[in-house]
């Protein structure tokens, strides 16, 4: 138990759908990320929120919508997604601030399949 | 981040040791190294970080050379749960960039 959770654990969606990830963490932190983890491929990071500001966007396609309502969730807007976005997506937060702070706390991810 | 170079994978038997090396020849000299290990399917589990001093904590130690060039994850007691994708990371500019890791196989 890291502190991190997210929801759901598994989710299958077809192309046309539309669904949310969601992730919670209970440690006080202020940073909040969300990665992406492909069969065989390295983590891979999409979007960083500092204090709910989105400070980070890597070159993420617009069908992936981050909202971070507060330091304590962050979701991930799900729509029109494509086969080869069925991955891990990982969730992590860390003390965030004016810092850097690289020691990272993650969820267990939501196994994505897009059919 | 530094670039970090790790051997694909390594086995260690049951109950002993397991050293994993990182070279990181182009680290600078204000720059951390990060240690993350992952279980199957699990999310990254944070380890152990240095500077420059070893460093060590219930879950390993972090053995750094003087120069800095290179460091050592070490397991002293390796146990079958200890089976995952280690990462070693030299991250800047607020981010954490995985590489390939080394993928440690503890044999019973």
């Known amino acids: 138990e890291t502190g991190v959770t997210q929801t759901p654990r598994h989710l299958v969606m077809g192309m046309t759908n539309k669904k949310s990830l969601k992730c919670e963490q209970h440690?006080?932190?202020?940073?909040m990320y969300w990665y992406k983890q492909s069969a065989k491929k390295p983590l891979e990071l999409m979007f960083v929120?500092?204090?709910?500001?989105?400070?980070e966007n890597n070159s993420v396609p617009s069908r992936f919508s981050p909202e971070c309502p507060n330091s304590s969730h962050l979701f991930l807007h799900l729509h029109t997604l494509q086969p080869e976005d069925s991955a891990l997506y990982l969730c992590?937060?860390?003390?965030?601030?004016?810092?850097?702070?690289?020691?990272?706390?993650f969820g267990p991810g939501t196994r994505l399949t897009v059919t | 981040d530094a670039k970090t170079t790790q051997p694909t994978s390594m086995d260690c038997a049951e109950g002993r040791a397991a050293n994993l090396p990182c070279n990181h020849s182009?680290?600078?000299?204000?720059?951390?190294v990060y240690w993350y290990r992952q279980i199957h399917s699990q999310g990254p589990q944070y380890i152990i970080h240095?500077?420059?001093n070893n460093e060590t904590n219930e879950m390993a130690s972090l053995i750094i050379t003087e120069d800095r060039k290179s460091s050592t994850l070490i397991l002293p007691h390796a146990t079958l749960r200890d089976t995952a994708v280690y990462y070693c990371?030299?991250?800047?500019?607020?981010?954490?960039?995985f590489g390939q890791g080394t993928t440690l196989q503890v044999k019973p």
């Open positions: 992590a937060s860390s003390q965030g601030g004016t810092g850097e702070s690289y020691e990272q706390y």
């Open positions: 929120y500092n204090f709910k500001e989105q400070t």
């Open positions: 990371i030299a991250p800047r500019g607020g981010k954490l960039i």
């Open positions: 182009t680290i600078s000299g204000n720059e951390y």
């Open positions: 440690l006080g932190h202020n940073a």
């Open positions: 240095g500077l420059k």
